[in-house]
């Protein structure tokens, strides 16, 4: 999932993206980890571990295939649960090592060409600004009025 940043020159645009898909990812993925119901979906995900593992633990019956059955739903719910969170620690770090390395490939810049970038970044958002104004929105919402109709 990794791929070459989209590079452009300081003459052309002042604010160079040195982000790639890699990187996006684990920034999701960390911000979903550290949102306050990850731990919420985290419990459920145990929940239903111990869901399989009560149904396993309490089948009246003596049939072997029933109970073949049980229990590999019950190895599944574990292997998913422990899978999920594998994958996205590895995600997180691949986005971090990559992050890492693209740093030290950046060009080292003035001060004044990173003042013109910040002049350059305020200027932007001081337009978006400007575009929200005229949305018509309820504050807060990020649906405008023509949004909320479909």
């Known amino acids: ?3 070459k940043p989209t590079a452009f020159t300081s ?3 002042p604010f160079v993206p040195t982000t790639t898909p890699t990187i996006e990812r684990a920034n999701h993925l960390m911000g979903l980890r550290a949102h306050p119901g990850f731990a919420e979906f985290m419990g ?3 929940e239903l571990v111990q869901e399989t593992i009560d149904a396993t633990s309490r089948y009246p019956g003596w049939d ?3 109970i073949i059955v049980l229990k590999v739903r019950q190895q599944v719910a ?3 649960c422990d899978a999920l969170i594998v994958k996205m620690m590895e995600a997180i770090r691949a986005g971090i090592d990559e992050q890492a390395a693209n740093t030290a490939n950046l060009p080292v810049k003035t001060a004044e060409e990173s003042l013109e970038q ?3 970044v305020r200027q932007a958002v001081l337009a978006s600004f400007k575009e929200r104004e005229t949305e ?3 504050a807060g919402s990020y649906e405008t009025p ?3 109709s479909l």
Do not use: C, F, V, W
Request: net charge negative; charged share 20%.
């Open 146 to 148: 023509t949004d909320q």
């Open 78 to 80: 574990k292997e998913l």
């Open 44 to 46: 459920l995900a145990q």
């Open 11 to 13: 003459t052309t645009y």
């Open 64 to 66: 072997p295939q029933q």
């Open 1 to 3: 999932m990794s791929s």
């Open 118 to 120: 910040g002049d350059y």
């Open 136 to 138: 018509n929105r309820a």
